[in-house]
């Protein structure tokens, strides 16, 4: 796998300082009481932290184990999250949920690329590394956005809201087709 190192430096600087500009962003909006969302600020420290250690505590091009590195950080920043979700006073914002979502994905693809390239033993470039590429940096950018715009900017909280409602009208129809047999 070649890729450019002064690249992967850059994009990983980029993405710290962009979740540090998230961070100082809506402190400030909490700052001039314009937004008081404090699960949102949680989550913007928690994601600004964690990026930072992750970025600055190993050494990139010395092993292949750094995709497994980065799924404990994803994990560990979730668990991190978490709690934060269950307080009570706020309701879970947009840019949180985004920030889940993305972590998953996250993680999802830092643990396919290290079966790939640690088990599999593969080396030879393919399809799933360019997709890996673009997917975890689009993903991180995603949540950086969404933390700083705190909105639905893809639509997936739409989209999960439809699903959830379509399958339990769907198991309402089930319910009705089983309770018609039975009687009949």
Not at 80 to 93: A, C, E, G, M
Not at 111 to 116: G, N
Request: net charge positive; proline share 2%.
């Amino acid at each position: 796998m070649y890729f450019e190192k002064g690249l992967a430096v850059f994009m990983g600087a980029f993405v710290v300082w962009g979740f540090l500009m998230a961070m100082l962003f809506n402190l400030m909006l909490l700052g001039f009481k314009a937004k008081r969302d404090l699960k949102l600020i949680w989550v913007c420290v928690i994601m600004f932290i964690s990026y930072f250690t992750s970025d600055h505590f190993h050494d990139l091009f010395r092993t292949w184990d750094w995709y497994l590195k980065w799924v404990y950080y994803d994990l560990l920043t979730l668990m991190l999250i978490v709690p934060v979700l269950f307080l009570k006073k706020f309701p879970t914002s947009p840019g949180t949920v985004y920030v889940v979502i993305g972590l998953i994905f996250n993680s999802l693809l830092l643990l396919l690329m290290h079966f790939d390239i640690v088990v599999s033993g593969n080396r030879q470039e393919w399809w799933f590394w360019s997709f890996y590429s673009m997917g975890i940096n689009l993903s991180d950018l995603t949540m950086i956005v969404a933390l700083i715009v705190d909105r639905d900017i893809l639509g997936l909280i739409k989209l999960g809201k439809y699903i959830k409602r379509s399958f339990a009208k769907f198991l309402r129809r089930s319910e009705a087709n089983n309770f018609t047999i039975l009687n009949a």
